[in-house]
């Protein structure tokens, strides 16, 4: 029976190059001489560090420019409020993967809604959807695209 996996996942790899290009631009832009401002990556998590708040939004601005250009949905990124630490403003940016629980039963109820003869089952962090027909499968993926959800999706493991 033909199946296909919902996912959300980032390229990691992107987001390392996107990190390590808008350090150099920080590093050279004029507005940002002598502030020691500097992005750092560790796993999930990028943390902006700057000398005041004003400057961690033009940093969120130039990070979210690199990433989008090096095809990454900046929709995956969860911002924590900016910490002010004596002369120095920080914020940690979380790059949310997986689909979590809550979204896994809403997607889940969302494709037994629209009535079509597929099953979906939530298996770990991705969302096993399988039917009789191709045609069906492909109409849940536009049904799932067309839905707002608050975190990018992927369809992968396309079987036939």
Same mark, same amino acid.
């Given at each position: 029976? #033909?199946?296909? *996996?919902? $996912?959300?996942?980032? *390229?990691?790899?992107?987001? /390392?190059?996107?990190?390590?290009?808008?350090? &150099?631009? @920080?590093? /050279?832009?004029?507005?940002?001489?002598?502030?020691?401002?500097?992005?750092?990556?560790? *796993?999930?998590?990028? /943390?902006?560090?700057?000398?005041?708040?004003?400057?961690?939004?033009?940093?969120?601005?130039?990070?979210? /420019?690199?990433?989008?250009? &090096?095809? $990454?949905?900046?929709?995956?990124?969860?911002?924590?409020? #900016?910490?002010?630490?004596?002369?120095?403003?920080?914020?940690?940016?979380?790059? &949310?993967?997986? @689909? *979590?629980? #809550?979204?896994?039963?809403?997607?889940?109820?969302?494709?037994?809604?629209?009535?079509?003869? @597929?099953?979906?089952?939530?298996?770990?962090?991705?969302?096993?959807?399988?039917?009789?027909?191709?045609?069906?499968?492909?109409? $849940?993926?536009?049904?799932?695209?067309?839905?707002?959800?608050?975190? #990018?999706?992927?369809?992968?493991?396309?079987?036939?």
């Amino acid at each position: 029976m #033909p199946s296909f *996996d919902v $996912v959300s996942e980032v *390229d990691m790899h992107e987001v /390392t190059n996107a990190v390590d290009q808008a350090n &150099r631009e @920080v590093g /050279t832009r004029f507005d940002f001489k002598e502030s020691n401002a500097s992005y750092e990556r560790n *796993d999930n998590i990028i /943390t902006m560090k700057a000398q005041s708040e004003f400057q961690l939004k033009q940093m969120l601005d130039i990070l979210q /420019t690199k990433l989008h250009k &090096r095809g $990454v949905d900046i929709t995956c990124i969860e911002q924590a409020e #900016p910490e002010l630490v004596g002369r120095e403003a920080r914020q940690n940016l979380t790059l &949310r993967q997986g @689909v *979590d629980a #809550p979204l896994a039963r809403k997607i889940v109820k969302i494709i037994k809604d629209s009535k079509t003869k @597929v099953q979906a089952a939530i298996q770990g962090e991705k969302v096993r959807v399988t039917g009789k027909k191709r045609d069906d499968l492909q109409s $849940v993926i536009s049904l799932l695209k067309e839905s707002k959800l608050d975190l #990018p999706l992927q369809y992968d493991n396309f079987r036939d």
